[in-house]
């Protein structure tokens, strides 16, 4: 099976769990993602203390607790891909400035154009409104989408770095070929 397949099959079950749960909120994370105790329910709490959000998502770090990606970007364009591939976890882990920077963007919560599908909380009566995850994207970009989604029904996508998850950054994903990035291009 093609690892494109797989995405796709990947958001048809996101959506499917979603259409077969009963909860408020629904935990869209990867399988290289691990949360650490009471995290899960902090992000609740924070969802259920503001009525407008309706995407949550803590900082990724990686098991050691260092910082190895953004946890959030820029509206989708020319300009915010350039900024995404600057800050890209390559950069952040190789180049001891870009690290720096992206440790001072993450200082604060704040509400923010996208957060990384890798793990994300979101408002289930917003899901229904969207009617799910978007199976037509061939590979990535749907966490972006879904985001972009939110922000056009009045919900904030709000990124809050006072809680940490571990992502095992491409774990899920390792023995991917370098089609896929191309896919991605």
């Not at 992000?43 to 203390?49: A, G, N, T």
């Not at 260092?66 to 180049?95: A, C, D, R, Y």
Request: some cysteine; proline content about 3%; glycine content about 8%.
């Amino acid at each position: 099976e093609s690892s494109a397949a797989s995405d796709v099959y990947k958001r048809q079950g996101c959506n499917c769990g979603f259409k077969k749960s009963n909860r408020d909120f629904i935990l869209f994370i990867n399988g290289d993602v691990e949360l650490p105790d009471n995290s899960l329910n902090l992000m609740r709490e924070k969802v259920y203390e503001n009525q407008d959000i309706g995407i949550f998502s803590p900082e990724l770090v990686n098991f050691d607790g260092n910082l190895i990606q953004m946890s959030w970007g820029w509206n989708i364009s020319i300009f915010g891909e350039i900024k995404q591939k600057l800050f890209s976890p390559t950069n952040v882990q190789n180049h001891k400035l870009i690290r720096q920077s992206v440790k001072l963007l993450q200082t604060k919560k704040r509400d923010v154009a996208l957060v990384a599908g890798a793990c994300m909380l979101v408002r289930r009566s917003l899901l229904t409104t969207l009617k799910g995850l978007d199976e037509d994207f061939e590979l990535y970009l749907e966490d972006a989408d879904i985001c972009l989604r939110c922000r056009n029904e009045g919900y904030k996508v709000r990124f809050d770095p006072t809680i940490k998850v571990y992502h095992g950054l491409g774990k899920s994903g390792e023995g991917t070929p370098k089609k896929i990035q191309l896919i991605y291009r």
